[in-house]
């Protein structure tokens, strides 16, 4: 399988733990960057920190400064950035945030599970499926 580098943008370092664990309980070796919000989600994007290679950003929707609907709508006007795939991670289950973020072509849309053995199989599909599948 191939290694991803996997952007985790969050604003919650409770949701970041949890990731962070699923990981571990997984055995995910993939690189996890960590942005607060979407502004600094960008900024590293932007700068090269997270390598454009096998890059995926896993994104929460409800974060200060810029919330997940306004990242995925500077992303997608990026012609550098645009066609990166993004699944929105979130603990929102609110239809018009599932048809907008669907709207900005995000690969999938998840809720998070409150259970932690529940989290950590989500973790662990989608890793094998990301793992797999050729990135653009």
């Given at each position: 399988?191939?290694?991803?580098?996997?952007?985790?943008?969050?604003?919650?370092?409770?949701?970041?733990?949890?990731?962070?664990?699923?990981?571990?309980?997984?055995?995910?070796?993939?690189?996890?960057?960590?942005?607060?919000?979407?502004?600094?989600?960008?900024?590293?994007?932007?700068?090269?920190?997270?390598?454009?290679?096998?890059?995926?950003?896993?994104?929460?929707?409800?974060?200060?400064?810029?919330?997940?609907?306004?990242?995925?709508?500077?992303?997608?006007?990026?012609?550098?950035?645009?066609?990166?795939?993004?699944?929105?991670?979130?603990?929102?289950?609110?239809?018009?945030?599932?048809?907008?973020?669907?709207?900005?072509?995000?690969?999938?849309?998840?809720?998070?599970?409150?259970?932690?053995?529940?989290f950590v199989e989500?973790?662990?599909?989608?890793?094998?499926?990301?793992?797999?599948?050729?990135?653009?």
């Amino acid at each position: 399988m191939k290694t991803l580098n996997i952007l985790l943008v969050d604003d919650d370092a409770v949701d970041v733990m949890n990731v962070q664990r699923a990981f571990k309980k997984s055995n995910i070796h993939n690189t996890l960057y960590i942005a607060g919000d979407g502004r600094q989600a960008l900024e590293l994007l932007r700068n090269g920190t997270v390598p454009s290679s096998n890059r995926l950003i896993l994104l929460d929707l409800n974060m200060p400064r810029m919330n997940g609907l306004e990242f995925l709508r500077a992303l997608r006007a990026d012609p550098e950035l645009h066609a990166t795939p993004v699944v929105v991670l979130t603990t929102s289950n609110d239809e018009r945030d599932r048809l907008q973020s669907y709207a900005h072509n995000v690969a999938g849309y998840l809720v998070k599970p409150v259970a932690s053995p529940a989290f950590v199989e989500l973790m662990t599909a989608l890793n094998a499926y990301w793992s797999r599948v050729e990135l653009p």
